[in-house]
């Protein structure tokens, strides 16, 4: 089993920049492949950013590519997401999720945090 917890959320103006980071525990997840996604009001949750196994596959949402770094560290079994010039759409709740494949991690991943909101103000 695995648990993750979401953390760095808050309130930050348009332009700015906040670090969002997820902490696994339970199994080794050395090899999993790692994923956030967000649901902001209204909406349906979405993909964001996805970091494969190997560490060399990435992917981004069109939405903040260019404005986001997804980044693990195994030996801590934590995955950030930097975010940088943040906008008001991006205000929503971002969740962290593992999956040992890296094509489901960006669909439908075995294993997901609790979410933590963000908030960017105009």
């Known amino acids: 089993q695995v648990q993750l917890v979401e953390s760095g959320g808050g309130l930050v103006q348009a332009g700015g920049s906040l670090r969002l980071s997820c902490a696994a525990s339970?199994?080794?997840?050395?090899?999993?492949?790692w994923g956030w996604f967000r649901q902001a009001p209204g909406k349906e949750r979405a993909f964001v950013a996805a970091?494969?196994?190997?560490?060399?596959?990435?992917y981004y949402a069109d939405s903040v590519k260019g404005r986001s770094t997804i980044s693990r560290d195994n030996a801590k079994k934590t995955v950030d997401l930097q975010m940088y010039n943040l906008k008001p759409e991006d205000t929503a709740i971002y969740y962290c999720?593992?999956?040992?494949?890296?094509?489901?991690?960006?669909?439908?991943?075995?294993?997901w945090g609790q979410g933590t909101p963000v908030t960017v103000s105009s």
């Open positions: 999720a593992v999956d040992p494949f890296l094509g489901r991690v960006t669909r439908n991943p075995a294993y």
């Open positions: 339970g199994r080794t997840l050395d090899s999993y492949a």
């Open positions: 970091l494969g196994g190997n560490g060399n596959s990435v």
